[in-house]
């Protein structure tokens, strides 16, 4: 079973504040490493992703680090903004047994970004 | 920009009745999904298509049958409803599958079933 596990389930931060959401992975198949970001009432929009051969990247406020050795990954959100509140899913891409490419993704985190 | 778009956007069925959902994308994109998203375990993949007149089961595909008979679109049925589909239903779409190279899911903006 490819299994994708993201902790925390929900995370409240002060406005300015660091956001940081964990996922972690088991199969080494794996190599594309989205986060999805979904306000409510909307779909899923992918926010950044990274690949296996880098350690970080960074877009703006928002940074992935990625560990291969430990097979873990987490999403950081650098000066939370109130804007920012909404649920993250980190995801993992791969393919198996010979079928379709597919994603993976956690089971979500809430997060609230208080003014 | 229409992207993808899913209809209904809110049903209520009865136990054991059957309803279709209908998702469109006006993107020229091969691979098409349908996910279910339920409180604390994400979103699941119920059934994927690679292709027009292609269909593949995904995590979770019991209890639904998919159907891609024209490239933008992408239906998924529900034969006799069950309670435990009660869920908000997404549709996606992505020029490739799952991967870095413009693998990026375009998702609608879900569909939610409730069964009495």
């Known amino acids: 079973q490819q299994q994708v596990k993201q902790s925390p389930q929900s995370l409240i931060v002060q406005k300015g504040g660091i956001s940081i959401i964990n996922c972690a992975y088991e199969n080494t198949a794996f190599d594309y490493f989205p986060w999805y970001q979904q306000f409510p009432g909307k779909g899923p929009a992918l926010l950044i992703a990274i690949r296996p051969d880098v350690s970080e990247k960074k877009e703006g406020r928002f940074t992935i680090s990625f560990n291969k050795s430990a097979k873990q990954f987490s999403l950081h959100i650098m000066d939370s903004q109130p804007g920012d509140s909404a649920t993250y899913f980190c995801?993992?891409?791969?393919?198996?047994?010979?079928?379709?490419?597919?994603?993976?993704f956690g089971s979500g985190t809430q997060l609230t970004v208080l003014p | 920009n229409a992207g993808v778009t899913q209809t209904p956007k809110f049903r209520v069925l009865k136990t054991g009745q059957s309803m279709t959902l209908l998702c469109a994308q006006d993107?020229?994109?091969?691979?098409m999904y349908w996910y279910r998203q339920d409180p604390g375990m994400g979103l699941r993949l119920i059934h994927y298509?690679?292709?027009?007149?292609?269909?593949a089961k995904g995590e979770v595909p019991d209890g639904y049958n998919v159907s891609r008979l024209k490239k933008q679109n992408f239906l998924l049925g529900l034969e006799s409803a069950a309670p435990s589909q009660t869920s908000v239903y997404f549709c996606?779409?992505?020029?490739?599958?799952?991967?870095?190279?413009?693998?990026?899911?375009?998702f609608g903006e879900g569909s939610r079933l409730t069964v009495l």
């Open positions: 995801a993992a891409g791969g393919s198996f047994s010979g079928s379709a490419r597919q994603l993976t």
């Open positions: 993107m020229n994109h091969e691979y």
């Open positions: 996606a779409s992505s020029y490739v599958a799952g991967g870095p190279e413009t693998g990026e899911l375009f």
């Open positions: 298509s690679v292709g027009e007149g292609t269909t």
